[in-house]
């Protein structure tokens, strides 16, 4: 089968791999129809998340076709076409009969804070991803779920991540009624996630980026201010004159990992590689919100330290929530919003390219060219 093949920091290719195998009775196999190169790929790809090793797969984000099932499968059956959440979870242990299914205990044996995630590096279980023709699915009585009859395959796929980690980053935010909210980051979670904010009563949303062409993009979709930080000066005092001094009631961090804005974090983050990626993000938002307020992270960081003021988090009583998004928790609600014109997961769909010409998507995602928003390969 034809799959990406990861060869080291910025070089991937297309390549002709063995079809995945059962290897359990709980795993099924998909043929996938559709899959996405998502904003954290883009740390994988650029070398900033440890034991990310040569010859993997990448690819969280896909919806296919059951091909084949293992003999303890009931839930999905051949012929099914089901979407992927990114969460490997086993649906049993301790944290996910609470819903965080992307905190599973059983899934990740290389970690005990994260659960499994298809396709990123072995810190996250070493599963290879859906960036292939075919995908091995463990734990299929939990995780793949039938896409509803007259779903458009391109807004199901986005269901697999980008709406789920956008809405649950503006739930962790406790937005309440009249809430003014900020978002540092406008890749396509940043966007969905001012869009969601709208759903939880913001009064106000403002999203903060440096790519003119993103941050008109979010304008027209998430109907939101938003600001080009190299533009504003300091972001931080920016934010606290538009708010009569007070700082924004919650603030999201849609970033992560490769923020720019700020020379020792990038330096030390995504040069030296020092910390676990630049917490450029993190810093503006903590110290943006108000004493009181919420910050809800999801943009993602390595398994190691971050320099992040947690001083003023103290002085400021501040919340701060962050978790990788559990998608199977909130797929029911997200489907209706989907099905009833509330959510438009595949208007932020720029690029549809070919599995074969996966090397260029990920060149052009990265170096942000062609105003690329969100790219979907098609296997």
Known sequence: MLAMDYRGPKRVRAVQKPMPEIKHPQDSIVKVLRTCICGSDLHLYNGNVPDTRV???????????????GSEVTKVKVGDRVLV???????????????????????????TAVGAIFGYSHTAGGYDGGQAEYARVPYSNVGPTIIPEGMDLDDAVLL??????????????????????????AGPVGIMAARCAWLFGAGRVIIIDKEEYRLEFARNYSYCEAYNFEEIGDPVVFIKKI????GADCVIDAVGAEAAGNAMQTITGRKLLLQAGSATAVHWAINSVKK????????????????????????????????????????????????????????????????????????MFSAKLDNCIKPVLIP
């Open 292 to 363: 009181g307020g919420v910050v809800s992270i999801v943009g993602v960081y390595g398994p190691t330290d971050n320099l992040i003021p947690i001083g003023n988090v103290l002085n400021k009583g501040l919340t701060i929530r962050a978790n990788q998004a559990s998608v199977k928790r909130l797929l029911p609600r997200l489907i209706q919003h989907v099905q009833n014109g509330t959510l438009n997961p595949k208007g932020l769909i720029t690029h549809r390219i070919p599995l074969a010409e996966v090397a260029d998507g990920y060149r």
């Open 85 to 111: 959440p990114f969460n490997i979870a086993c649906g049993e242990c301790h944290f996910c009969r609470q819903g965080m299914f992307g905190n599973c205990h059983e899934s990740n044996t290389e970690a």
């Open 243 to 246: 708010t009569d001094w007070i």
């Open 55 to 69: 010859g993997t797969t990448f690819g969280h984000e896909f919806v296919g076709e059951v091909v084949e099932v």
């Open 160 to 185: 697999t991540d980008v709406v789920p980690t956008g809405y649950q980053a503006a739930e962790m935010a406790g937005i309440q009624t009249g809430d003014t909210v900020v978002v540092f980051g």
